[in-house]
C-alpha cells in the first residue's frame, strides 16, 4: 500500500513539474510588452512558478528514490532508471537557474522594461531544456527493452 501511494506522489509530481514551468516564458514575454506594472507582476509570478517548479521537482526525485530502495535499491534496476536518475537532477539544477534568471529579470525591470528582455530569452531557453529533460526521462522510465 505504502509503494502505491508513493507511486501516485511521484506520478503527480512529476506531472506538476512539468505543469507548472510550462507558462513561465510566454508569462514574461507577454508581461514585457506592456509596461511596468504589468511587466512586475508578469515577472514575479514567474519566479512563483520556478520556485513551484523546483518543488514539484524535488517531490519527484524524494519520491523516486524513495521508489527505488522501496524494492531494493539501484542494483535492482538497469541503466534506463540510472540515466534518468541523472537527467532528473540535471533538470533540477537547471531549475535553479531558470529560477535566478527569473529573479535578476525582476530587479532589471526596475531598470526599465526593455531591460529585462533578454532574461525572457534566456528563461525561454531554459525553460526548454528543462522540459525536454523531463519528457526524455518520461520516456526512460516508460520504456520497457
Excluded: K, N
Excluded at 110 to 115: I, P
Excluded at 131 to 143: G, S
Amino acid at each position: 500500500m505504502a509503494y502505491q501511494l508513493l507511486l501516485i506522489v511521484h506520478v503527480l509530481g512529476a506531472m506538476t513539474w512539468y505543469g507548472v514551468g510550462l507558462p513561465i516564458a510566454r508569462r514574461m514575454r507577454r508581461g514585457l510588452v506592456g509596461e511596468r506594472p504589468a511587466a512586475d507582476e508578469a515577472l514575479a509570478e514567474s519566479v512563483r512558478a520556478a520556485t513551484l517548479s523546483l518543488v514539484f521537482g524535488a517531490v519527484t526525485l524524494a519520491s523516486g528514490l524513495g521508489l527505488v530502495f522501496a524494492v531494493g535499491g539501484f542494483r535492482m534496476f538497469g541503466p534506463r532508471i540510472h540515466a534518468g536518475l541523472g537527467l532528473t537532477v540535471l533538470a533540477l539544477l537547471l531549475g535553479v537557474v531558470l529560477r535566478a534568471v527569473c529573479r535578476r529579470a525582476v530587479g532589471a525591470v526596475r531598470a526599465g522594461v526593455e531591460s529585462a528582455r533578454p532574461f525572457a530569452r534566456r528563461a525561454a531557453m531554459l525553460q526548454g531544456i528543462v522540459h525536454a529533460l523531463i519528457a526524455v526521462t518520461l520516456v526512460l522510465m516508460l520504456w520497457r527493452s
